[in-house]
């Protein structure tokens, strides 16, 4: 399917019910930075700007399905990200509730008073995004659903918010071509390139002493090459993130991934003297899996530390 000169490809939420899929399609350049998914929950969806009496909402339950896709662009405007989307929930037979951009919307007081997807998974520019709430009528369970697009300097970001009848949902990026394997470190390739590639990468070579958040004592190409890189480049800002097996609680898991990247912070820090300045660190526990948790390889290749490019000023 091609909308305004973009290849897009399906980027789908699947619903296993009644023969019943909804699928929403994005740029083929897009990645899905996180994906959380309750069974049973509520969410107050914004119907109406923002204003002195506060952020006027529906409430809506059911199972909720959030998402956070980046775009790989520089050249798209909210507009032109969000138009597509728009098409395509008509299309799937949602009414459009409310539609608003930036000042329309209430500014900075609509996007604290929304549910948002914390960074570097999801960006809001406070002087550009737009949202829209939709709806679409059932006999037995309504459906809803919200998305707010911003952007960055070099990447469009979108989040969704779908509540629908309760039932297993899962989400893929499915295409006609087959699926492209993902991009890791490789020591042979400049990170550079990876990055502009895929604007993230896995750090494979790092090992943490067992049930320790301390990073072992190398030495780590990864780092090595990751840090020649921040020194070339000092405008730039990376986000270490920290992921985990689901062994274990989410609090428990979210605490442990977010002190090894802060040891690989810390390491990058004081051998490497990276500024500080230049690095974040973040946990994202057992959230974004990218293998099963069911078996020994699954959880070792979930176990990890990733570096996302968060700004090129």
């Known amino acids: 399917m091609n909308m305004r000169g973009w290849i897009w490809v399906s980027a789908a939420i699947f619903l296993p019910i009644s023969g019943y ?4 399609k994005f740029p083929a350049n897009s990645t899905l930075a996180t994906e959380r998914i309750i069974e049973h929950d509520s ?7 923002w204003d002195e009496t506060g952020l006027k909402t529906i409430s809506t339950k059911g199972e909720i399905t959030r998402q956070a896709w980046r775009l ?3 050249n798209l405007t909210t507009l032109q990200i969000l138009e597509p989307l728009i098409q395509q929930f008509e299309s799937l037979g949602y009414e459009i509730v409310f539609q608003c951009d930036t000042e329309q919307c209430g500014g900075f007081d ?3 008073a929304a549910d948002i997807l914390p960074e570097p998974a999801m960006h809001i520019d406070l002087g550009d995004f737009r949202y829209l709430a939709a709806r679409k009528p059932g006999a037995d369970y309504p459906e809803f659903i919200s998305a707010i697009v911003s952007r960055s300097r070099d990447a469009g970001f979108v989040q969704i918010i779908r509540v629908g009848a309760p039932s297993p949902v899962t989400a893929i990026n499915a295409s006609t071509k087959s699926p492209e394997p993902e991009i890791r470190f490789d020591p042979d390739r ?15 070579d790092l090992r943490f002493k067992t049930g320790s958040s301390n990073l072992g004592d190398g030495p780590f190409d990864s780092l090595r090459l990751l840090a020649q890189f921040l020194a070339a480049h000092p405008e730039k800002h990376a986000t270490l993130v920290g992921h985990t097996d689901a062994e274990g609680s989410l609090e428990g898991n ?6 090894r990247a802060r040891s690989v912070k810390a390491r990058l820090i004081s051998e490497y003297n990276i500024s500080s300045d230049q690095l974040s660190a973040e946990g994202n526990g057992y959230l974004s899996p990218r293998s099963t948790n069911e078996t020994e390889d699954g959880r070792t290749k979930n176990r990890r530390v990733e570096v996302i490019l968060t700004s090129t000023q």
């Open 254 to 259: 979210i605490a442990l991934s977010k002190k």
């Open 21 to 24: 899929a909804l699928e929403l």
């Open 190 to 204: 400049p990170i550079d390139q990876i990055l502009a590639q895929q604007g993230h990468f896995i750090l494979e």
């Open 110 to 112: 609509f996007r604290y």
């Open 43 to 49: 969410y107050e969806m914004p119907i109406a700007p």
């Open 72 to 74: 790989a662009t520089s």
